[in-house]
């Protein structure tokens, strides 16, 4: 079934002729066969947004429909690679055609000729639900790759095969209940705007562990959790989302390069090989996918890029494996969604964006829980949704910045002037939250006691402290203030610069595990309750500020990751003896 | 055989709708033909049926409905490109204007380019230094980075942009440069001025100029840039050169963004500006970078003027979430005198990391640069309380801040315009700086560093 084009403009295209086709359909346009998906029909015109770059077509060029809706490969293959908005693996385009994207390029997104070892796990006879697992494939020494049967399908299994195949061979055979055969291949498809099946949806309830203290502590997201990253450019979004996509201890990652630099995703290349998993000593690129739709690729193709990377994030969840998707960033995905808008003429909501924009959101973050997959083994699986978002100028009032703050539960707000005086993460400490702290809770104190919440807590109170203590000293100077008041804002100083900044480019404290993450906050607030009582005692303040230890303090969270313990050990040792002393010095005179 | 018409239906500058046109397609480049025998460029925005809308890039002065005539040449605009262009000045549309022959074009380039593919792309890592201390000790730039200049009415970005050109050298490197020279709807003065001092150095015989100036059509500002990066492309990626492009002012071209898009009657974005400003600025950023397996380079210095110094005005907004930092001058400092007046706190450089440290610079690089940072925010916090409260108010500790805060703008932030200072002097004033401060205080340096660098008595 074939149309003709009658009009063109930018990445819109509008033909008639296809009364045939459906709504979402992917279509193949003009001579150079570029890929496009039907968005509106009236009567026979269908308009198109194009995914490539639509110079050079003009009226009359031939529009063919594939029947089928934007769908995604899922199968082995698809981590350790990097791919462009709509799947189409970037590697294996270069080789084809030089380094820069020509149109037209059609490449499979799981390469057809490479050969995976099947190892069979159903037997014939078996009777299979969808999701079951048929079999397993070790796609990367770091993950095993569960091949399940398509959602929708069920049966008896008639045959099945080990040895080694390609994605499209078929490996096994299902005989329904009506008696049809079903050939089964290593390779599903699904269309990437509908959310894949599950059993069960859960509350989250357990935490995923970042590695960064401001995180873990004082604003944790639960695993099948959702959360934002907003901020002001410079303020360090990509480093944060970076960082999660490192240290984050879920089995798959999946980065979404939306609308942003080219060289950031180069670095995600060249750097995730050469990291090890601190879990698995795995490198880290062996459990992820990259989506790459970088600022200066065509814009049609960002906005397919967030659901292309979350089918792909659900496909990973559907085998029991918990997913972190990390959108960076959903502002350029919705001035994409504008763009579109735009150009088909619809009536804008805010500030030129369509009217559906905060559902579209809500839409991509709901697809993010925890989950009882499908399948009959009642395995557990997650995804995990962290979008950075670019407000203009930074202020958050604008309408992607509030329509992601109703529906995500964790807000990590960066502060460009904490960014101006290299306080990183620039995770400002006042404005942002996580609603995830009560549900979080009863693990944190199953695993460390109830310090590790009650420090929490304390560290919240003192910083909030500070914050008003700070309009004082503002108005009438520091020595307005009383000594306690003096030490809480010492201890606010040491709150920030000894525990909540961390340096991600230096490989001792890139990473801190929730132990090391305990001791520190706790030597800290240790530091505060002992200074507290040497007050109550008479000793002098600066004498308490001034001793020796807090040097070493200061530099307690580059302390070696595997032996830390007795460095902090006896750093609160010396920290005992040396306000004694003070205390003692402050009787004797 | 191109055809030619004489239907054009509508003029409403800078577009113009033909009708009965067949075969044009989107992006393509047409001529009109005006009755006295002028000719004039145009590219198609949008066709529907067999009426297309155009856009001039030049005046619609004298254009007669009826007799002019319009041709559209079946490609979108290119650049004749050759290695002859160095030494060469362009007007905004790719037209030798300096009175020499036409290029002889060894290949027609699509102006738009195409995008690079990611996985082609190869890290920039390459210290580039530039003798401006509070560039390479503080916002490193490196080979194959974008680092715009944010400026402001009256701020000598000029003199800035071309010190670092003058003095850029990647060290121990021997290898061709260039420079490609985009003047975008700036005066005949600055744009001498720049011209000039490529003379006075000798760099003019490896300089390419596209020339917009002020009074030049506002509309083909649009392509000047592009002209730019397609030249700067072809020598870096097909004659290995490390070429540095510098574009002034974005700003101009922004605007002349908005006034084709006012004249479409597009959808306006923020302060008037079409919604897609940010891709539309990416797709010409973006074509900065090395790729791997090219031994060339493009190193991109965009100059933008902040309308009333603001920052978060959509044109400086995006540009900064599309490079990779920025360098901003700072008007309170270009009253003390500083020279350069570079606000280094709210400067970056994002590609600096990679690009310092052992084997690049000097090992103590990293923490002696986040210990300035952190020195100079903390000194310009303590300065600040001292204006309000009077200097008994601060802490000893804050009252040496302070001191520190004003030693660095005066020593390190000013050092003139032709100063000249290796990386080994940026840091040595670095560490002259900060042994005003307790030592307990330079927690952000490893000890041993410290001990190793800082200055004795």
């Not at chain 1, 009009?7 to 003009?30: H, I, M, T, Y």
């Not at chain 2, 980075?145 to 944010?150: N, S, T």
């Amino acid at each position: 079934m074939s149309g003709k084009i009658t009009k063109v403009s930018g990445p819109l295209v509008v033909a008639e002729g296809l009364a045939d086709a459906n709504v979402s359909d992917v279509v193949r346009v003009g001579a150079s066969h570029l890929i496009g998906e039907i968005l509106n029909m009236t009567g026979d015109k269908a308009s198109i947004q194009v995914y490539e770059e639509t110079s050079g077509l003009g009226p009359g060029a031939d529009v063919v429909t594939t029947g089928l809706p934007m769908s995604v490969e899922l199968g082995p293959g698809m981590l350790d690679n990097i791919y462009d908005g709509i799947q189409r693996p970037l590697p294996e385009m270069r080789a084809l055609t030089g380094d820069s994207i020509t149109r037209g390029t059609d490449v499979p997104a799981l390469n057809r000729e490479k050969k995976w070892d099947f190892v069979p796990v159903a037997a014939v006879g078996d009777k299979l639900t969808a999701g079951d697992v048929l079999g397993t494939v070790q796609e990367t020494s770091a993950i095993l790759h569960r091949i399940m049967v398509p959602p929708k399908m069920a049966g008896t299994l008639k045959s099945i095969q080990a040895g080694s195949f390609t994605v499209t061979d078929i490996v096994a055979v299902l005989t329904d209940e009506k008696g049809v055969d079903h050939e089964l291949s290593m390779m599903q498809r699904w269309p990437v705007r509908i959310a894949r099946p599950y059993q069960h949806k859960y509350v989250p309830a357990r935490p995923m562990n970042s590695g960064q203290r401001i995180i873990d502590t004082l604003f944790p997201i639960a695993k099948g959790g959702t959360a934002a990253v907003p901020g002001p450019f410079g303020s360090g979004k990509t480093v944060v989302q970076h960082q999660l996509a490192k240290w984050s201890d879920v089995d798959i990652v999946i980065y979404i390069g939306c609308g942003e630099r080219g060289n950031e995703m180069t670095d995600v290349l060249m750097e995730f090989p050469e990291l090890k998993d601190p879990r698995n000593g795995e490198p880290l690129m062996k459990r992820t996918v990259l989506i790459a739709n970088t600022s200066d690729m065509p814009v049609a193709a960002r906005e397919a890029s967030i659901y292309t990377g979350i089918t792909i994030a659900e496909y990973f969840r559907d085998m029991g494996y918990d997913v972190a998707v990390l959108a960076d960033s959903t502002s350029r995905w919705a001035e994409a969604l504008r763009e579109m808008s735009g150009r088909l003429e619809e009536m804008p909501g805010e500030e030129g964006y369509p009217a559906y924009l905060a559902s579209r959101l809500a839409q991509f973050y709901e697809r993010a829980g925890v989950v009882e997959c499908l399948g009959s083994d009642e395995r557990q699986g997650s995804v995990t949704a962290i979008g950075a978002v670019s407000p203009p100028g930074g202020d958050i009032s604008e309408p992607v910045s509030q329509a992601t703050m109703r529906i995500v539960k964790v807000f990590w707000a960066l502060d460009s002037s904490l960014a101006y005086a290299r306080h990183f993460p620039a995770i400002n400490w006042l404005t942002s939250y996580s609603l995830y702290i009560d549900t979080l809770q009863p693990w944190y104190t199953e695993q460390f006691g109830e310090t590790y919440m009650q420090n929490r807590e304390r560290a919240m109170h003192i910083l909030q402290e500070e914050a008003e203590l700070q309009e004082i000293v503002r108005l009438v100077g520091q020595d307005a203030l009383s000594p306690e008041d003096r030490l809480t804002m010492e201890t606010a100083k040491m709150i920030r610069e000894d525990f909540l900044q961390q340096n991600a480019f230096v490989d001792e404290d890139a990473y801190s595990s929730y132990l090391k993450q305990f001791r520190l906050l706790n030597m800290v607030l240790k530091y505060d309750v002992l200074c507290r009582e040497a007050l109550a005692k008479g000793a002098d303040m600066n004498a308490l500020f001034a001793i020796d230890v807090r040097e070493k303090i200061g530099r307690a969270k580059m302390a070696d990751p595997n032996a830390f313990t007795e460095a902090y050990d006896a750093i609160e040792k010396q920290m005992k003896a040396e306000i004694d002393e003070v205390i003692a010095g402050g009787e004797e005179a | 055989m191109i055809k030619e018409y004489k239907t054009i239906r509508e003029i409403a500058s800078p577009l113009m709708i033909v009708d009965h046109v067949e075969g044009v397609t989107y992006d393509e480049l047409g001529e009109l033909e005006l009755p006295n025998g002028e000719v004039r460029r145009c590219k198609v925005l949008e066709v529907e049926g067999d009426r297309a809308v155009v856009q001039l890039f030049e005046s619609a002065q004298g254009i007669n409905l009826a007799e002019t005539k319009v041709r559209f040449l079946g490609h979108p605009q290119q650049l004749a490109v050759s290695e002859d262009m160095l030494g060469r000045v362009f007007n905004g549309m790719g037209m030798p204007i300096d009175g020499g022959p036409d290029i002889l074009a060894e290949e027609h380039k699509d102006i738009n380019g195409l995008p690079m593919n990611p996985a082609a792309r190869a890290y920039p890592a390459e210290f580039i230094q530039t003798g401006v201390s509070t560039i390479d000790g503080l916002n490193t730039l490196v080979r194959g980075q974008k680092l715009p200049i944010f400026s402001g009415s009256g701020l000598p970005h000029a003199a800035l942009a071309a010190q670092i050109a003058r003095q850029a050298r990647v060290l121990g490197d021997n290898e061709t440069f260039a420079v490609v020279f985009a003047a975008i709807g700036i005066t005949f003065e600055e744009s001498e001025y720049f011209i000039n001092d490529f003379r006075r150095t000798g760099a003019i015989d490896r300089t390419v100029v596209f020339s917009n100036l002020a009074n030049d059509p506002a509309v083909e500002r649009i392509a000047t840039p592009r002209m730019a990066l397609t030249a700067a492309e072809y020598l870096a990626f097909e004659k290995d050169m490390q070429v540095l492009v510098i574009l002034t002012d974005i700003t101009n071209y922004a605007e002349a963004l908005r006034e084709v898009s006012a004249a479409k009657k597009e959808v306006p974005g923020r302060r008037g500006y079409p919604g897609y400003l940010y891709t539309d600025l990416a797709t010409m950023y973006e074509r900065a970078g090395r790729r791997q397996g090219k031994k060339g380079s493009i190193t991109m210095i965009p100059i933008l003027t902040m309308p009333e110094d603001d920052k978060t005005h959509p044109i400086p907004d995006l540009t900064g979430y599309i490079t990779e930092g920025q360098i901003i001058l700072s008007r309170e400092l270009h009253r003390k005198g500083i020279v350069p007046p570079v606000d280094v706190l709210p400067s970056l450089s994002r590609l600096k990391d990679k690009g310092i440290g052992v084997g690049k610079t000097r090992e103590d690089h990293a923490g002696t640069m986040n210990q300035l940072f952190a020195a100079y925010s903390r000194g310009k916090d303590a300065k600040e309380l001292m204006t309000i409260l009077g200097e008994a108010a601060l802490s000893e500790d804050d009252k040496l801040f302070a001191k520190f805060a004003e030693e660095f703008e005066k020593v390190y932030v000013s050092q003139g315009n032709t100063t000249n200072r290796s990386i080994e002097e940026t840091l040595n004033i670095g560490w002259e700086l900060l042994k005003i401060l307790p030592r307990r205080e330079l927690k952000r340096i490893k000890p041993e560093f410290i001990d190793k660098y800082l200055p004795l008595e």
